[in-house]
C-alpha cells in the first residue's frame, strides 16, 4: 500500500505544503506542492482564515492518511513563534475535523531524516528532496521543499507502506535503518534529552 502524506511548513507569511505518496520500499513520489501566501498587512484573522480555508483545499482534493507539521521551536524572534504556532493550529485543527492523524516534526528531525545531519541547511534539504522526489528541478521556494521534507520524513520514520494505522518507527537499533533513518532517531533523541 502507498502511505500519502501531506506536510506543511506553518508559517503566516509563507505557508508551505506538499504532497508526497511512499511506496513500501520507501520510493518517494511528489504529488503537489505550494505555497500559502498572506500579506502581513492583513489582519490576523484573514491571514488565518486564508490558511484555512487552502488547507481545507488541499485535505480535500488529495486526501492524505497523514499530516506531518512542522513543531513548532523556541526562537529568539516570539512574534514569529507565535505565527508559526496559530498557523500551526489551525492547519492541525484541519485534520483533526477528518479525522486525519497528525504527526509533528522537529527542524532537526527532518533535516536528520533527509540529509543524514540535523544541522543541514535549507539548500541541503532542498537538493536532497529534488533527489528523493526525482525531480527535474528543486521545490521553490524554500518553504514548499520544506513541507516535501517534513511527508518524506514521516512516512520513512512511520514505515511507509503500511496501513496509515498501522505504521509504526522502527526503534533507533533496528538493523533495517538505513543512514539517514539512524542520524534522525540520533537527532530525535538528543532533541528530546534538550527539552
Known amino acids: 500500500m502507498t502511505l500519502r502524506v501531506l506536510g506543511v511548513d506553518p508559517g503566516l507569511t509563507r505557508c508551505g505544503i506538499g ?6 520500499n520507501r520510493r518517494a513520489t511528489m504529488v503537489a506542492f505550494g505555497v500559502v501566501g498572506t500579506s502581513p498587512e492583513e489582519s490576523l484573522d484573514q491571514r488565518l482564515l486564508v490558511i ?11 486526501e492524505p492518511h497523514v499530516l506531518a507539521v512542522e513543531r513548532v521551536f523556541s526562537q529568539l ?5 507565535m505565527g508559526v504556532a496559530q498557523a500551526s493550529g489551525v492547519v492541525i485543527a484541519a485534520a483533526a475535523r477528518r479525522g486525519i ?4 516534526h522537529t527542524p532537526s528531525e527532518v533535516k536528520a531524516a533527509v540529509t543524514g545531519s540535523g544541522t543541514s541547511n535549507k539548500d541541503a534539504v532542498t537538493k536532497l528532496v529534488t533527489k528523493i522526489l526525482r525531480l ?6 524554500a518553504d514548499a521543499a520544506d513541507a516535501l521534507a517534513l511527508a518524506i520524513t514521516h512516512a520513512w520514520r512511520s514505515g511507509s507502506g503500511t496501513s496509515p494505522k498501522e505504521a509504526v518507527t522502527t526503534g533507533p537499533g533496528s538493523q533495517s ?3 539517514a533513518q539512524r542520524a534522525w532517531a ?10
Request: proline residues 11%; hydrophobic residues 40%.
Open 19 to 24: 504532497v508526497v505518496d511512499v511506496e513500501k
Open 52 to 62: 484555512a480555508t487552502s488547507i481545507d483545499e488541499w485535505l480535500d482534493k488529495y
Open 77 to 81: 524572534n516570539v512574534s514569529t513563534v
Open 101 to 104: 492523524p497528525v504527526a509533528l
Open 136 to 141: 527535474d528541478a528543486p521545490p521553490r521556494p
Open 177 to 179: 535503518l538505513t543512514p
Open 186 to 195: 540520533d537527532a530525535e533523541a538528543k532533541a528530546r534529552r534538550a527539552r
